[in-house]
């Protein structure tokens, strides 16, 4: 099946600093990608739909100026938490929609964020 | 708005049982709704993808029903074993790849040796 990688795995900070996370689709070109993040025993929650080529598109309660969403290629998309504080500590997770294979969307193994 | 609620929150048997997990959704109108398995600090695994036009999908010992009139899924896990321990996630999707899927906050499944 498809592969999704996102780097890094892991990434600790200070408040205040800036983290990017890239997502990869390795071996398809993914027209659109998606960015969830998922905080201790909650469920994933979409935070943004991002569409190569063009801006992307927010969720409900989701700071589009503070996580920052680029999609320059078919097969990359960054996600920078701008101003990083510990509330944004969470595990971000993306995916990738391959519309060669049908309806399915790809998940990457995601990105555990920890600001101190 | 959807909303995917699934039940129990957690769950532990002896290895060897059978068991179902329950899903169910708010808005019938889903295009598909999948099934992931999470291990802990983990990604997504998928486990089955039921269309909304299909009633189920079966993969060696999992199982996954869709009734999309009533807004329910299961997914099925025959004679459970210890590696199937996880946390295990339904997700719809409201429309084509366009969508991004809204999930349920999982069972944490725990099959005990």
């Known amino acids: 099946g498809a592969v999704v990688s996102q780097h890094p795995s892991w990434v600790i900070c200070k408040s205040g600093t800036s983290v990017k996370i890239e997502c990869r689709s390795l071996?398809?070109?993914?027209?659109?990608m998606f960015w969830y993040r998922q905080f201790p025993k909650q469920s994933l929650m979409l935070m943004a739909t991002?569409?190569?080529?063009?801006?992307?598109t927010y969720e409900q309660g989701v700071e589009k100026d503070k996580f920052l969403i680029n999609h320059a290629s078919l097969t990359l998309s960054t996600l920078t938490v701008t101003s990083a504080h510990p509330e944004d500590s969470s595990f971000y997770i993306c995916?990738?929609?391959?519309w060669g294979s049908g309806e399915t969307q790809y998940f990457g193994p995601g990105t555990r964020l920890l600001v101190l | 708005k959807q909303e995917v609620t699934q039940i129990p929150a957690a769950l532990s048997v002896p290895e060897g049982e059978n068991l179902v997990l329950n899903c169910s959704f708010t808005d019938s109108a889903i295009y598909n709704l999948q099934w992931f398995r999470q291990d802990p600090g983990k990604g997504l695994t998928s486990l089955l993808l039921i269309q909304s036009s299909q009633r189920e999908q079966t993969s060696g010992r999992l199982n996954a029903s869709l009734d999309k009139s009533s807004g329910r899924s299961t997914l099925y896990i025959a004679a459970s074993q210890p590696g199937d321990s996880a946390t295990y996630l339904c997700?719809?999707?409201?429309?084509?790849?366009?969508?991004?899927?809204?999930f349920g906050k999982g069972t944490h499944l725990i099959i005990q040796p």
């Open positions: 071996d398809f070109q993914a027209t659109t």
């Open positions: 995916s990738a929609h391959d």
């Open positions: 991002s569409n190569e080529g063009s801006k992307a």
């Open positions: 997700a719809v999707i409201a429309r084509g790849g366009a969508d991004g899927l809204t």
